[in-house]
């Protein structure tokens, strides 16, 4: 079907004005199935498919964000988009370079998840994996089979 467009596109204006939509048509045509870069969507072209390593959702597809707060009121002091997908630790010197150019300095501690697990310092800010908080576990209540195996008998 693009082949047939791009046939009956007649002079260079018309084809001028399609060429970016006929680029990436023609990119998806040729993507192989393990090659890299692919396009995963036609609308918004710069999604990346990020592999989460979780058994329920291994794949999410967008781009990675990383958002700074303080530790005590939350508030946002900085936040970066990355098209590329970096490893979470990559992540971290550009936000605090970003910082450092907004505030005028750097913070003595940065409190980060498992994902940014390895180094310990970075541009002079301690790194920090705060312990997890556990989560109280449910137990089931005791059945009723008793009950069950009387009614039965």
Known sequence: MVREIERNLDGMDQIGVYDKKLLLYNRVLEQKKDGRNKIYSFHAPEVKCISKGKEH??????????????????????????????????????????????????????????GYRGRKHILGVNIKIPDQVKEKRHTKKPSNDRNLDEEQQ
Do not use: C, W
């Open 57 to 114: 959702k291994k794949y999410e597809f967008g781009n990675k964000s990383s958002i700074v707060l303080t530790k005590n009121s939350g508030i946002v002091i900085g936040a970066m988009a990355f098209e590329e997908n970096l490893y979470d630790g990559h992540t971290l010197e550009p936000q605090l370079t970003q910082i450092k150019d907004l505030l005028g300095r750097l913070p003595e501690t940065a409190l980060v998840d498992r």
